[in-house]
């Protein structure tokens, strides 16, 4: 699969793309913590145009966006966020893919994210790749955020 895969930068000009990509991919997520309005689900064009002005990775398969990543810097600390793949991709190793990518393209030494509670393959992923976690909070009654962190 890797050799079929192409990593690119993200522009503003994919956030309809992403935009789709983000909701057929989080609507997973929305059924497991049984709520329709995740941020990813009810962002705005506008807001995701705005954030794809940042760093972003997207992954294709031949045209077709089928993975997708972004971060922003904070001093020297990487905040990974969205990382988001097709359904049909999911379980492939992409994730992995474009997290490794990610972190190299930000030429950070710290990285730190969060995801829900209840998205444990997020959680055994991250995990696996050297995250550790730091603290959970409660975005509302049903939803936690599990908050990690990598140094390297």
Do not use: C
């Amino acid at each position: 699969m890797a050799s079929t895969i192409a990593f690119a930068p993200l522009t503003p000009d994919a956030a309809g793309e992403v935009m789709t990509l983000q909701r057929a991919a989080y609507a997973t997520e929305a059924q497991i913590y049984n709520d329709p309005f995740l941020p990813a689900l009810t962002q705005t064009l506008a807001d995701l145009e705005q954030e794809l002005h940042g760093a972003g990775i997207g992954a294709r398969l031949n045209t077709r966006l089928v993975g997708a990543v972004r971060w922003t810097m904070q001093d020297e600390v990487a905040h990974i966020g969205r990382l988001t793949i097709a359904p049909d991709m999911q379980g492939r190793g992409l994730g992995t893919q474009l997290l490794r990518a990610a972190e190299e393209a930000s030429g950070a030494r710290v990285f730190e994210l969060f995801t829900g509670h209840l998205s444990e393959a997020n959680i055994r992923l991250y995990e696996r790749e050297g995250y550790v976690v730091t603290r959970r909070e409660t975005l509302h009654a049903g939803v936690d955020l599990v908050h990690l962190r990598k140094e390297g």
